[in-house]
């Protein structure tokens, strides 16, 4: 992998004679989309003390060379609008054609994210419809790199049926939305990696400053180290563990469960679950460039220390926007769906990630799209990313863009306990709490002092919920769609589903 970046890298600057001539960003090219109404960053390389003039529209902006060979320039606000023509001009003149200016968006995370339209639901449909030029997709080649990269490999395309074909279904459906309600430029920004754990798109400093986070970078040294063992004992056990495999999924297909993962060789050096890999690979040639914000969806492959990922969730939020340094900018992010792979809960970390997920919303200016109910409980992908995008979509409207809708479903505020019952209030009740596709909610627990947990009977009372178990007289704390691919059906009446949930998820560990 380490190879393949330095040809890559090696390859570019061969083609440009090094630095004799500016070199913009990789995400200046033709077709791309400026950031409206706010302060926007253009940069590249060129040769020490060469003179660069950036000129686009009215403005005419001018900076040298600092002798590491960048430089940047920062052109005012403008207006949604295009298509327009940059021209960037030192020692040679590059002229930047097509160009939009209206809403970018970096649309990040493991293989839910980079799911394509064409392997999505309705696929073929999709993709004959996706004929909007004033949408502009940028895909980031998968790219891990132990050092952060000044370029990456992509281009700015119109969204056409074979532009939108291999990119994100979730980002494009997001992106879609935004256009027919702003009735501006969208810019896409993909950079997704399936199979990826968080912290590989986080800096390294970041997981070095922390004691727990540091563990990861000590784990994963640990890790490389024992490689060529374990590479060698997969090698020697690889019949057998194919076979078992077969076997345990050939179960859960029967039981209507999904598949367990198949046995794969252990991670090599430069492999995608690199700590910072990502960040430096795909993430740091995207800065500083001027966005709006980012949606999210990962963290399948954290669940094994779901727990961390309370902390390690918005400490990558926090990482991404200091870098940026344009503030707090919005970060929306998808609550993992259902999926039907343990039917016990505590021996699974589905439900406490989706919890880590919920308490992240604590950050200024997040969101968090709710699909418990639209995933597939045997598949690890589902292919339903239309109503991922939509509910993305309804958080940027509403938080962001000033529309008046309801766009998220009830969140669990606080509880109190009166004798066998519980009563649970919720945030986002919009215009009331329904029980949908039924007369009587269900996918509610009560716990009891020793440690029990029992099935619940809860109904709405206005704006709460009642709890309780008619053969337990001093429950202790409730919880709500609990499990790996829970039945529930608390929604709101703008139909959008409540998030799973504990009421006692303060305690450490407690399952």
Same mark, same amino acid.
């Given at each position: 992998?380490?190879?393949?970046?330095? &040809?890559?890298?090696?390859?570019?600057?061969?083609?440009?004679? #090094?630095?004799?001539?500016?070199?913009?960003?990789?995400?200046?090219?033709?077709? $791309?989309? $400026?950031? *409206?109404?706010?302060?926007?960053?253009?940069?590249?390389?060129a040769e020490p003390g060469e003179k660069v003039t950036v000129s686009f529209l009215n403005q005419s902006k001018q900076t040298v060379t600092d002798a590491n060979n960048n430089w940047k320039i920062v052109l005012d606000p403008m207006i949604a609008g295009g298509p327009y023509e940059m021209k960037i001009t030192g020692e040679n003149q590059i002229v930047l054609k097509n160009i939009l200016i209206g809403e970018v968006w970096i649309c990040s995370g493991q293989s839910n994210m980079g799911l394509a339209v064409k392997s999505a639901a309705n696929g073929e449909e999709e993709i004959a419809n996706a004929k909007y030029p004033m949408i502009r997709l940028f895909n980031v080649k998968r790219m891990v790199s132990d050092s952060e990269q000044f370029y990456c490999?992509?281009?700015?395309?119109?969204?056409?049926?074979?532009?939108?074909?291999?990119?994100?279904?979730?980002?494009?459906?997001?992106?879609?939305? #935004?256009?027919?309600?702003?009735?501006?430029?969208?810019?896409?920004?993909?950079?997704?990696?399936?199979?990826?754990?968080?912290?590989?798109?986080?800096?390294?400093?970041?997981?070095?400053?922390?004691?727990?986070?540091?563990?990861?970078?000590?784990?994963?040294?640990?890790?490389?180290?024992?490689?060529?063992?374990?590479?060698?004992?997969?090698?020697? %056990?690889?019949?057998?563990?194919?076979?078992?495999?077969? #076997?345990?999924? +050939?179960?859960?297909?029967?039981?209507?469960?999904?598949?367990? *993962?198949?046995?794969?060789?252990?991670?090599?050096?430069?492999?995608?679950?690199?700590?910072?890999?990502?960040? %430096?690979?795909?993430?740091?040639?995207?800065?500083?460039?001027?966005?709006?914000?980012?949606?999210?969806?990962?963290?399948?492959?954290?669940?094994?220390? +779901?727990? @961390?990922?309370? *902390?390690?969730?918005?400490?990558?939020?926090?990482?991404?926007?200091?870098?940026?340094?344009?503030?707090?900018?919005?970060?929306?992010?998808?609550? @993992?769906?259902?999926?039907?792979?343990?039917?016990?809960?505590?021996?699974?970390?589905?439900?406490?990630?989706?919890?880590?997920? $919920? $308490?992240?919303?604590? &950050?200024? %200016?997040?969101?968090?799209?709710?699909?418990?109910?639209?995933?597939?409980?045997?598949? #690890?992908?589902?292919?339903?990313? =239309?109503? &991922?995008?939509?509910?993305?979509?309804?958080?940027?409207?509403?938080? @962001?863009?000033?529309?008046?809708?309801?766009?998220?479903?009830?969140?669990?505020?606080?509880?109190?306990?009166?004798?066998?019952?519980?009563?649970?209030?919720?945030?986002?009740?919009?215009?009331?709490?329904?029980?949908?596709?039924?007369?009587?909610?269900?996918?509610?627990?009560? @716990?009891?002092?020793?440690?029990?947990?029992?099935?619940?009977? +809860?109904?709405?009372?206005?704006?709460?919920?009642?709890?309780?178990?008619?053969?337990? =007289?001093?429950? &202790?704390?409730?919880?709500?769609?609990?499990?790996?691919?829970?039945?529930?059906?608390?929604?709101?009446?703008?139909?959008?589903?409540?998030?799973?949930?504990?009421?006692?998820?303060?305690?450490?560990?407690?399952?």
């Amino acid at each position: 992998m380490k190879k393949i970046i330095y &040809v890559i890298v090696l390859s570019i600057f061969m083609s440009i004679d #090094l630095f004799s001539k500016i070199i913009p960003a990789s995400l200046f090219t033709d077709n $791309l989309v $400026l950031q *409206r109404n706010k302060e926007i960053n253009i940069w590249g390389k060129a040769e020490p003390g060469e003179k660069v003039t950036v000129s686009f529209l009215n403005q005419s902006k001018q900076t040298v060379t600092d002798a590491n060979n960048n430089w940047k320039i920062v052109l005012d606000p403008m207006i949604a609008g295009g298509p327009y023509e940059m021209k960037i001009t030192g020692e040679n003149q590059i002229v930047l054609k097509n160009i939009l200016i209206g809403e970018v968006w970096i649309c990040s995370g493991q293989s839910n994210m980079g799911l394509a339209v064409k392997s999505a639901a309705n696929g073929e449909e999709e993709i004959a419809n996706a004929k909007y030029p004033m949408i502009r997709l940028f895909n980031v080649k998968r790219m891990v790199s132990d050092s952060e990269q000044f370029y990456c490999n992509g281009s700015w395309a119109e969204c056409s049926p074979k532009s939108v074909s291999g990119f994100s279904a979730a980002a494009y459906y997001f992106g879609r939305e #935004l256009f027919k309600e702003l009735n501006v430029p969208i810019g896409l920004i993909e950079s997704a990696f399936g199979g990826t754990e968080a912290e590989c798109w986080m800096e390294k400093k970041v997981l070095e400053s922390d004691k727990e986070f540091n563990l990861i970078l000590k784990k994963w040294d640990n890790k490389m180290q024992k490689y060529p063992s374990e590479l060698a004992n997969f090698n020697e %056990n690889r019949e057998s563990s194919l076979k078992k495999w077969y #076997l345990d999924s +050939a179960d859960a297909v029967a039981k209507g469960m999904a598949p367990p *993962r198949k046995p794969s060789p252990p991670e090599a050096p430069g492999s995608r679950n690199t700590p910072c890999g990502l960040f %430096n690979g795909m993430i740091t040639p995207l800065i500083p460039y001027s966005i709006q914000g980012v949606i999210w969806y990962q963290g399948e492959a954290n669940v094994k220390n +779901a727990y @961390l990922y309370r *902390r390690l969730f918005p400490a990558l939020i926090k990482n991404w926007r200091d870098r940026w340094g344009s503030g707090d900018f919005p970060f929306y992010f998808v609550q @993992l769906p259902n999926l039907y792979r343990e039917p016990e809960p505590t021996k699974s970390g589905w439900p406490e990630l989706r919890e880590s997920q $919920l $308490l992240a919303l604590s &950050v200024p %200016n997040t969101g968090m799209a709710v699909t418990i109910d639209i995933g597939d409980p045997t598949n #690890l992908h589902p292919k339903n990313k =239309q109503d &991922v995008g939509h509910r993305l979509a309804l958080i940027a409207e509403s938080n @962001l863009y000033g529309k008046n809708k309801n766009y998220s479903g009830p969140l669990f505020n606080s509880s109190t306990i009166s004798g066998k019952t519980i009563r649970l209030k919720f945030n986002q009740v919009g215009d009331g709490l329904v029980c949908k596709g039924s007369d009587k909610l269900v996918g509610f627990e009560v @716990l009891t002092k020793d440690g029990k947990i029992l099935p619940a009977e +809860a109904r709405i009372e206005g704006n709460d919920v009642i709890v309780w178990n008619d053969t337990i =007289q001093d429950p &202790v704390s409730a919880r709500y769609a609990w499990g790996d691919d829970p039945k529930c059906n608390l929604y709101n009446k703008a139909m959008l589903p409540a998030s799973p949930f504990r009421t006692d998820f303060n305690l450490i560990n407690q399952k």
